[in-house]
């Protein structure tokens, strides 16, 4: 992917690299800071008892009390001096029963008063302490021979640095950090890596285009797309799709089996229902559907690769099927006339001979049996179809048969009513669709049948008026399988040699037609053989259309 001009700021991977060391080297000072803490505590407890026993093993001293008991001030320095150097003490200083310093390491501290603070030792009780915050005082109580307090001894050492208690940390200690460090270090280099890897080199602002980039797309498109997990659940959906599938509300994360969805397309979102350009009926619309795996990993989508979902492409082909079903009308219109011309030829010939020949009686009889014959046909289909579209498309899907072979008969029990334009307008059209792809599919089935067999297709119809009409369409073809029954109703099926053309609609757009009145339609296997479809096509109210 190129690069955009003129990008400011460090990559994504330097900027999580230098954000991971950022953390790693704050954690470690944390942890480092807390061992210091925790390192100076330790001192104070330590030196605190140290330099208590410091204080006490001087004030026991019998020198030290007879000292300040007396007065002789001048033996103390010796005793003070000596017990700094054995203990390791920063200053041990003695002080009167007045409080007034009387040996120091300090000569300006010497006969100045002594400030105990908060201490306990005036009373007669040991005490240790961190007066300032720096060093670790200890002071003692000297006890005289009447067991009055006489004077106190303080001995005191100064604390570490917050840096010295740092270096004061066990060795151990300080290669436990450096190693966390060098860890952490190698840890953030390779979590920059991972996330280079992963984001395909993308910056973060590049990572925004790509997906806006992607939602423009999806929103451009005219086709419908839906995005499917291994879970069949939706993970991207365009305005498009939910318009095609009529689902306004779906949302990514919602299942297919809770769409509400009929079988023949939750197949084929699914993946049931395999091959290229599935049909699908929804609602009004005749819909072209294409699954494809995603796959990762992988440069094609056949065999490399983790399958992780699945694209589905919806095209509107409701205008083409429109399209397609005015053509069949038109190719049915034509091989009509074509029939009906093959047959005038004929006869015109035979007439024109027999002219030829002088039989002139003869030409009279011809074309008086000729007329009769082609009047009494209409005249036996207008008889007994009251609706003029079905008569006609009776009339001419019958020429159309005998031209390959077949005969097209009413049943002797055909019976229908006018049907009432104003009471159901579109009832004559759904018939005419009923029965003209009953017809068609009877036609195809009987002309498959091998040479001699008998080639009939009868047509019974019943109702009309105030009744629902009944149609039923009897063929000599080879039948239907019982399994196949519900199966020939789909949109897509077929039992017919796969061919252009959009094969499979047929039945289906029949079915939806009863469906849509509340009616049925059934095939069942005829006695001997071929297949009987049997249709029913209640009236519709107005309360229903609404």
């Known amino acids: 992917m190129p690069r955009r001009a003129g990008r400011r700021g460090r990559p994504l991977a330097q900027q999580f690299l230098g954000w991971q060391l950022t953390v790693v080297v704050v954690l470690l000072a944390a942890v480092a800071a807390l061992a210091a803490v925790q390192s100076g505590e330790s001192f104070r407890e330590t030196q605190g008892r140290r330099m208590l026993s410091v204080a006490e093993d001087v004030a026991s001293v019998a020198t030290v009390r007879d000292a300040l008991q007396l007065p002789r001030y001048d033996l103390l320095p010796a005793f003070a001096r000596s017990a700094e150097n054995l203990s390791g003490a920063d200053e041990i200083e003695i002080v009167d029963a007045g409080l007034t310093v009387r040996t120091s390491p300090d000569p300006s501290r010497v006969r100045q008063r002594f400030d105990p603070g908060t201490s306990t030792a005036p009373a007669g009780r040991a005490w240790v302490g961190n007066p300032d915050g720096r060093t670790v005082v200890a002071q003692v109580p000297v006890i005289g021979d009447r067991g009055e307090v006489v004077g106190l001894v303080s001995a005191g050492i100064r604390s570490p640095s917050f840096l010295g208690s740092l270096f004061t940390v066990a060795p151990e200690s300080l290669a436990l950090l450096g190693l966390a460090l060098g860890v ?49 659940r939706i993970t991207l959906v ?76 919806l095209r509107d082909r409701t205008e083409l099927t429109t399209l397609q079903h005015r053509l069949d009308t038109s190719h049915t219109v034509t091989d009509t006339l074509r029939a009906q011309a093959h047959e005038f030829s004929n006869r015109l010939h035979t007439i024109a001979g027999l002219t030829e ?15 009769a014959a082609t009047e009494g046909r209409r005249r036996e289909v207008s008889s007994r179809v009251g609706d003029p579209a079905t008569a006609a498309l009776l009339i001419a899907k019958s020429s159309q048969a005998a031209e390959r072979g077949i005969e097209l008969a009413l049943d002797p029990d055909t019976r229908l009513e006018p049907t009432d334009p104003g009471r159901d307008p579109d009832l004559s059209a759904d018939l005419v669709t009923v029965l003209g792809n009953l017809l068609d599919n009877a036609v195809d089935a009987t002309a498959a049948t091998p040479a001699g067999a008998p080639r009939r297709v009868e047509v019974g119809l019943t109702g009309g008026g105030a009744d629902p009409v009944r149609v039923e369409v009897r063929d000599s073809g080879p039948g239907v399988a019982s399994e196949l029954a519900e199966e020939v109703f789909r949109a897509g099926f077929s039992t017919k040699a796969a061919r252009s053309g959009g094969r499979g609609l047929g039945l289906a757009l029949a079915r939806r037609a009863c469906l849509r009145r509340g009616g049925t339609i059934t095939v069942r296997s005829a006695t001997g053989a071929g297949a009987v479809f049997e249709a029913t096509l209640p009236l519709l109210t107005a309360e229903v259309r609404t």
């Open 184 to 232: 952490g270090v190698a840890g953030s280099l390779l979590l920059a890596r991972r996330v280079r890897r992963q984001t395909l080199g993308l910056e973060p602002d590049e990572i925004v285009e790509l997906v806006q980039r992607r939602e423009a797309m999806l929103l451009g498109i005219k086709e419908g797309v839906v995005g499917l997990d291994t879970a069949d």
């Open 238 to 313: 365009n305005p498009v799709a939910r318009e095609l599938l009529e689902l306004p509300g779906v949302r990514p994360g919602d299942h297919v089996d809770d769409l509400g969805l009929d079988e023949r397309l939750r197949e084929v979102l699914t993946g049931a229902a395999e091959g290229e350009d599935q049909l699908v009926l929804r609602g009004a619309r005749a819909l072209v559907l294409n699954r494809m795996p995603v796959r990762l990993g992988g440069r094609d989508g056949t065999a490399v690769g983790t399958v992780v979902g699945a694209v589905v492409t």
């Open 357 to 371: 020949l002088g039989e002139h009686d003869e030409v009279r009889r011809f074309v008086a049996g000729i007329v």
